[in-house]
């Protein structure tokens, strides 16, 4: 997968974003269907797809920054930091 898919299905993203997505070694096909699942207005268990795979499941944690481990703000920090 080259920037410019990564930029055709995602839109502009960072360059970190980028090249972790390339690293990753997906496919094409497995960033649009990680972005459906994603970003999809009607959820695609809905439609009877099955749950992504592993290599989907991890592109989706990287371009959805919505998900629950982003939740977790700075200011509530790591509990057993500095203890």
Not at 23 to 33: D, K, P
Not at 49 to 56: C, D, F, H, N
Not at 66 to 81: M, N, R, S
Request: proline share 7%; aromatic share 4%.
């Amino acid at each position: 997968m080259t920037r410019q898919d990564v930029v055709s299905v995602l839109g502009p993203v960072d360059n970190a974003t980028i090249a972790e997505i390339i690293a990753s070694g997906a496919s094409l096909e497995q960033l649009r269907e990680a972005w459906a699942w994603a970003f999809g207005d009607e959820a695609l268990m809905s439609r009877g797809r099955p749950l992504p795979g592993t290599r989907v499941a991890a592109l989706i944690d990287l371009i959805d920054p919505d998900d629950e481990a982003d939740l977790v703000g700075p200011a509530q920090g790591d509990p057993g930091a500095g203890h």
